[in-house]
């Protein structure tokens, strides 16, 4: 006698739900195709991502003695993953932080499906501000890849996406280098240059809200130089607190670039727009530093 077929249904304990939606992006850079997975609550990666993917493709290509690097930021793994795929023949240790938990499992999904198990990066949740990356280091990173937030919003705003902004508090605001919004970068030079005093890199992405005169601040105040800039692009902005900026310009005598209707302007002159509704457009452009 035939046995009665099992029937199954969504709720059947045969499946398990990884996530409600997962989308699939692939990545294009020096002629490698990279596909891959961002999970519901995790930013996927953009021109930002893809310039400090660069940055740090450029310090690998310079650095043929880098090892270990540490990735602040990771999201879903996209950069260490593309990392490893481009140089199969480096020995390349990665250790990834983010605030966000589910990071892990996305990194793990990544390198799964895409990657090579055997070379998965160690993982650790956390809040990367203040001394928070001293705590994961494991050994001297020779490279630091900070795909971290360059907007400053009000500490008020507790409900801002970490993925963008960091908060600011009065005190913040009346540095300049913080107020700018690379309060989160000088941090984490500080902190990787204690750890290494040979000399680590960092990359990262640069944009054109910074002035001139603030970053090289910031560069006096992290003691580097830059070893490699990347040529600028131009994308589009649909997250600078234009209000915010506007009053650290007008406190420090000097404004960022931004492209609006045909011109240059400053964040002065985009004060009180909203940016998601305003087709403004900003510089980015990939930077890699020695601290020294």
Known sequence: MMKKATELSATSQGFETLEEIVSIHRLRL???RQPFIVLPGIYPPDEWS????????????????IDLVLDLGCGSGVIPLVLARINPNRDLRFVCCDIKSISSRNLDLNFQM????AKRPRFHCLDISGEGTREVMDGAPALVIANVP???????LSDADPDDYHPVTARDREDPVRAFGLGLLLDIGRQVAAANPAG??????R???IPQSIFDAFLDRIGDKVCHQGPRISVRDGSTPFDLLAEAE???????TYEWAGRTVS??????????ETEVFIGLQSCLIQLV
């Open 30 to 32: 020096n002629g490698h």
């Open 50 to 65: 893809l310039l400090t993917i660069q940055a740090a493709q450029t310090a690998l290509d310079l650095r043929p003695d």
């Open 114 to 117: 895409f990657g090579d198990m």
């Open 150 to 156: 360059q907007l400053p919003v009000s500490v008020a």
């Open 200 to 205: 680590p890199c960092l990359a990262f992405c």
């Open 207 to 209: 944009s054109s809200r």
């Open 250 to 256: 007008e406190r420090f005598g000097v404004s960022g």
């Open 267 to 276: 964040a002065t002159e985009l004060r009180g727009r909203r940016p998601a």
